[in-house]
């Protein structure tokens, strides 16, 4: 059997208790006539034991319920070996890479997601409400509202219509993340800090960001205190992403990084955890020279210039209007 979807849940849940996105799933999609398996991943203990029972299945999606942020790791480690992967639950956001989709928060957005992007035969002809409220008017519309009511059975039919409820905001996540693409902004990307969370547009509204890749030992170091600086001008956001790709000059980990910026020097702009080259904003953006580069992004948020390691902080105020000169990267 060939399913449309197999969803799991990852480790971390109960034990005893079923998981509820995937079981909430298999609820609303089953009855339009997709074939859905639900694994529960989080019974079998490990990524490689969920592995071995999704690759006993035949499926042309396979869903994966991330219920807190402290999944994200297993997540997309488990995403890894699998095509057409998609991501939902309550500790996926807006900021998520996957391969095929960015995937919203909320328990309904993987519904929605499914159901503009499945198109089989076969589904035994049932539209989704969400369809039918879009292609029908009048008398079109209630005929066909009632036709599915019958064919779904009413207690679904009302449980699937609270669902098409949220589909404007749903569909909304979209529409943001391919305007963030478009536009090349910051956010088509995601930024994680050191405790898992993630770093949000909403917190800095209106103002330009300045993101440099800092290490601890380079001769370039002591821009930290001129980026806390700036900072404290509130002309500009410095967000710190620590890699250890050039010289090995940032051998510390998440904790060490953020205490010996503090202490040494008075860092309190945002520090996201410490990286390699492959991580998605390097492959968006421009790979880095040397440490201390700069990607310097509008009051809005959008790409505007990667600047070189010489480039002081001070130096980017007024610099955030469209330019495509570069700037040499020089190495201490």
Known sequence: MIYDLVITSLPGLKKDKPAPGPTFIKAFLEPLGYAVKVVDGHKLGTLQDIKKEISKYQFRWLGISVFSFLQVDDAL??????DNVVFGGAGVDMGWPTKNFLVGQGEHTLVEFLKGNFNFPGINGIPSLATILETTKGEEKIEAIKEWRKRVGNSKAKQM????????YNSQLKIIKEHHKENNSLWQVYLR???KSFLHSSNFRNKPIVVFNSASLCGFTKQLSAFEE?????????????TNEFGQQEPGDNKDIGKNYAEKYGVTFPILEKVDLTHPFF??????????????FCEDHLFVQQHGSKVMPMDLVGLTGPSTQSVSVGKP
């Open 77 to 82: 480690k488990l995403a890894e070996p699998f």
């Open 230 to 242: 700036l900072y404290q001008t509130g002309k500009i956001i410095p967000v710190a992403i620590p």
């Open 193 to 195: 800090l050191p405790d």
């Open 283 to 296: 492959k968006t953006f421009g790979m880095p020279d040397w440490n201390f580069n700069k990607w310097l």
């Open 161 to 168: 219509a609270m669902s098409a409820i949220k589909t404007p």
